[in-house]
């Protein structure tokens, strides 16, 4: 039995399948989801959505530029109240693997955040009352992220991801002659988020 099975094996044709074959993503996609940041020190929990377009730059790494938008509170105990919104546009580079049916993944990426607050009026009251600050914004600023998700039939993806950015808060006072200061104190946003998305192929 032995002999024949190696007989068989050395007749049988050598087939070489490229990996791409049976492990592979869309080469051009489309993804538009939704989802929620996590509650933490800094944020109350908050809601996000957006779109990426992804590039298979060569099996089994992809490439992907997305924008969203997020909003969530402010709860930091250092930082004034208010209502943090973000625009971000973001850049990652992902690793896959997998088959049509479920395909796992992780990346790094980088973010801009383009970041406005709305602070709260009694916030704001006592900002100017006790510390003259007659105004607080939030600076745009770069961040980093850490993701990880599964896609089901190239068609639904389940995505967790890290990200932390570092915006200083801006205080200004206004005097009365005319003149003013501004004074940067640093902020930082450790947010984990939780998105669903729908793939489009392209």
Not at 13 to 39: H, K, R
Not at 179 to 184: F, G, H, P, Q
Request: charged content about 20%; hydrophobic content about 40%; overall charge negative.
């Amino acid at each position: 039995m032995a002999e024949a099975l190696i007989v068989m094996f050395s007749f049988a044709p050598v087939v070489i399948v490229p990996p791409e074959v049976f492990d592979t993503a869309n080469e051009y996609s489309l993804n538009i989801y939704g989802g929620m940041q996590t509650p933490n020190r800094d944020l109350r929990a908050g809601f996000e959505f957006g779109t990426k377009l992804e590039f298979r730059i060569v099996h089994p790494y992809l490439l992907r530029f997305g924008i969203d938008y997020s909003e969530a509170e402010v709860t930091d105990p250092f930082a004034p109240r208010g209502r943090k919104s973000s625009m971000n546009f973001n850049l990652d580079a992902l690793a896959y693997r997998g088959r049509k049916g479920l395909i796992s993944y992780v990346g790094l990426g980088v973010a801009f955040g383009v970041n406005n607050l709305q602070v709260a009026s009694e916030t704001l009251d006592s900002l100017e009352t006790y510390l003259g600050v007659t105004h607080v914004s939030l600076k745009n600023s770069f961040g980093y992220r850490i993701l990880m998700g599964l896609r089901f039939e190239e068609l639904f993806v389940f995505e967790v991801s890290f990200q932390q950015a570092n915006p200083d808060y801006v205080y200004r006072r206004d005097f009365s002659n005319g003149d003013y200061s501004l004074e940067e104190i640093d902020g930082t946003f450790s947010v984990a988020r939780v998105n669903l998305g729908y793939l489009f192929k392209l």
